[in-house]
């Protein structure tokens, strides 16, 4: 990124439309491409030619946003995908197969922890998780069969930091890529591959769309992996047999990754992203600097009001002073902690459920990253099927709340907090 971030924001990926001169991105609603003649629709699909061939694979609109999420994270490549998860298996597919398994962090959106904790099962992978904060933990948790590490920069649903660059060092002496979510952080507030991540997925639902429109994910390549070094990951560097012996690392260097998530992941999964979502994404992208910026700022001043509040037992932002995560935010994001966060309501389960019912602006949603801010009661929703103790653990105790600032008028936000600390804590 040689241009400032806001410029790269708008800009990087799209040049004026080809055949128009359209400025805004065209959504090329297509399936299909009209080939030149035979000659060239085989050089398309020998790879010996890039080009567009069906919308599954490429198409120009979400074209224009692998390029744009690319450049904003330093990476050699992006693909985009139809959602986070759907990201996340696209990351791990071209390393895994029956039989490996991943170091996951324990501190993760909990959709990641049922994807990683059971579903990758049935593909024959493991999923071990380990608390990123003990080192030692993670080094010793990497063994023969571990072809990927897993965290999130900024992790959902407690807004802990993570220290990317200690992480990193153990995974490159390890031989191993290090895969960072970086949805919470976004670019703006976290680059991951500048602190030694190999490749950097996005739940683009979130930040990067920014106002509660679209599902959509992306791989990010950083280029920098020698995926030939150690013979762990033979989808990149041995001959593929499902495209006529060729080897995607030796073929393509540092856009191995990409090709072979295009040419194998989306052609053969499917989980690709549609062009009126692309176009959604990178309009919202255009003002993604402005608005994170108004999202850390209304984080922390709405954390400090809750903090200095009496009805209010504890909140976990890594934005304050009084966090565990604070020094290590401030080293490694000192632009912001993000604006997710939970807090603690005297009155446990009673008072926070009347809490979320009296709060008006707040919208109560399986959400977070719009530009609206959102409340969720986990105990009640998504962590309701398990024990009290279950819920204390994965950080969803009865008494707690997750909320997800946005970027209206922080004094109103904070007026909709009393008002309902008032109703909920009599
Ligand atoms: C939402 C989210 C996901 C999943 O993304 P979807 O677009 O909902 O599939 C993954 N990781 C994090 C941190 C998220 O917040």
Redesign the pocket.
């Known amino acids: 990124m040689t241009q400032g971030f806001d410029t790269t924001a708008i800009h990087a990926g799209t040049a004026p439309d080809p055949a128009t001169g359209a400025r805004q991105v065209p959504i090329y609603q297509t399936t299909s491409y009209v080939f030149k003649d035979t000659d060239h629709a085989a050089r398309l699909f020998g790879l010996q030619e890039v080009g567009y061939i069906y919308s599954r694979l490429t198409n120009p609109t979400v074209g224009a946003l692998q390029n744009r999420v690319a450049a904003l994270e330093g990476g050699a490549g992006a693909v985009c995908c139809s959602?986070?998860?759907?990201a996340?298996l696209m990351a791990l597919f071209p390393l895994m197969a029956p039989g490996r398994n991943i170091i996951a962090s324990t501190r993760l959106?909990g959709?990641?922890v049922t994807q990683f904790s059971h579903t990758i099962r049935r593909f024959g992978w493991q999923a071990k998780f380990v608390d990123f904060d003990d080192l030692d933990a993670l080094r010793g948790a990497i063994d023969g069969d571990t072809r990927a590490v897993f965290c999130?920069s900024i992790s959902?649903p407690g807004g802990y930091v993570t220290d990317i660059p200690a992480v990193a060092d153990i995974t490159k002496a390890a031989g191993v890529p290090l895969i960072v979510?970086n949805?919470?952080a976004t670019p703006y507030l976290c680059r991951p591959i500048e602190m030694g991540a190999t490749l950097v997925v996005h739940?683009?639902?979130?930040y990067m769309t920014g106002n509660g429109t679209v599902?959509?994910?992306a791989v990010v390549d950083s280029g920098t992996f020698d995926w030939s070094a150690s013979g762990k990951f033979p989808s990149l560097s041995d001959p593929e047999p499902a495209y006529h012996g060729l080897r995607f690392h030796e073929t393509f260097g540092p856009a191995a990754f990409t090709f072979h998530s295009i040419a194998i992941g989306l052609r053969d999964l499917g989980m690709t992203m549609n062009p009126q979502g692309a176009h959604y994404t990178l309009m919202g992208i255009e003002t993604l600097g402005l608005r994170m910026a108004r999202h850390v700022d209304n984080a922390q001043k709405v954390a400090e009001w809750l903090e200095n509040d009496p009805r209010v037992t504890a909140v976990t932002y890594a934005g304050l002073a009084s966090s565990p995560w604070n020094a290590t935010a401030r080293r490694l994001y000192p632009k912001g902690a993000g604006a997710l966060f939970t807090f603690s309501v005297k009155g446990g389960y009673d008072a926070a459920v009347k809490l979320v019912g009296a709060l008006k602006l707040f919208s109560h949603v399986a959400n977070?990253g719009d530009a609206r801010s959102l409340v969720i009661h986990s105990a009640s929703t998504t962590h309701r099927q398990l024990t009290e103790d279950q819920q204390r653990a994965a950080g969803a105790a009865p008494d707690l709340l997750r909320l997800s600032i946005g970027i209206e008028d922080p004094a109103d936000l904070i007026a909709d907090l009393d008002q309902a600390l008032a109703t909920a804590v009599a």
């Open positions: 959602s986070g998860h759907a996340q959106y959709g990641t999130e959902n979510d949805t919470l739940s683009l639902t979130k599902t959509g994910g977070l």
